[in-house]
C-alpha cells in the first residue's frame, strides 16, 4: 500500500522542498480516487485535515495518515486488498491475450523469436525485451536460442516479475 500511495502522490506532486513532495489540497480526491481507495466520509477527514495551511499536503504526511486509516479501519484494508487482487487477476488476463496474440497454434507456447515480436509489437523497447528474454526460463530441451519454446506460464512469472504493468501492454 505504501508503494502504491507514493507513487501515486508522485503523479500529483508539483513541488519539493528536496525532502518532501508536496500537492495542492484540490488534488487529494485525485490521489484518492487514481489509487482506488473506497474512502467515505470520515475516513477521508484525517487525510483532509493533513493538509497545511498553505493549501498544500506532504506525501509523508499523506502516507502517514493512509497507514493510520488502515490500521484503524480493517474494512478499508480488506476492500483495498480486494481491489489489488482484481488488478492482478485483469493484469494476467491481458498478458495471456498479449501471448495469445502470437500463439497461433493454440498450444501455450511460443517460440523464442515470435515472442520478441509479440513484446515489440506490444510497445515494449528493445531493451525491456532483452531484460524480459534473459529473465525467461526457456525449454533447453528444444535446442536454445531463437527456436526455443516460451511456454504461457514462463511469459507471465517473467512479466510479473519485473513489475510490467498492463498500462504497458498496447493489445
Request: charged share 25%.
Amino acid at each position: 500500500m505504501t508503494r502504491i500511495a507514493q507513487d501515486t502522490f508522485m503523479h500529483a506532486a508539483d513541488s519539493s522542498d528536496g525532502a518532501d513532495h508536496y500537492a495542492p489540497a484540490e488534488r487529494l480526491e485525485d490521489i484518492i480516487a487514481e489509487m482506488g481507495l473506497g474512502l467515505e466520509g470520515k475516513l477521508k477527514t484525517p487525510l483532509q485535515h493533513a493538509v497545511c495551511e498553505h493549501g498544500r499536503i506532504a506525501q509523508t504526511k499523506f502516507v502517514e495518515e493512509l497507514s493510520k486509516i488502515w490500521n484503524d479501519h480493517p474494512t478499508a484494508r480488506q476492500s483495498y486488498t480486494l481491489l489489488l487482487r482484481r488488478r492482478q487477476l485483469e493484469e494476467r488476463a491481458e498478458i495471456e491475450a498479449v501471448f495469445a496474440l502470437y500463439d497461433s497454434d493454440g498450444k501455450g507456447s511460443i517460440h523464442h523469436s515470435e515472442l520478441t515480436s509479440a513484446l515489440g509489437g506490444c510497445g515494449w523497447e528493445l531493451v525491456q525485451v532483452q531484460l524480459a528474454l534473459k529473465n525467461l526460463e526457456i525449454d533447453m530441451a528444444s535446442g536454445g536460442g531463437v527456436d526455443a519454446v516460451v511456454t504461457l506460464d514462463s511469459f507471465v512469472a517473467c512479466v510479473l516479475k519485473l513489475g510490467v504493468y498492463k498500462s504497458t501492454f498496447a493489445t
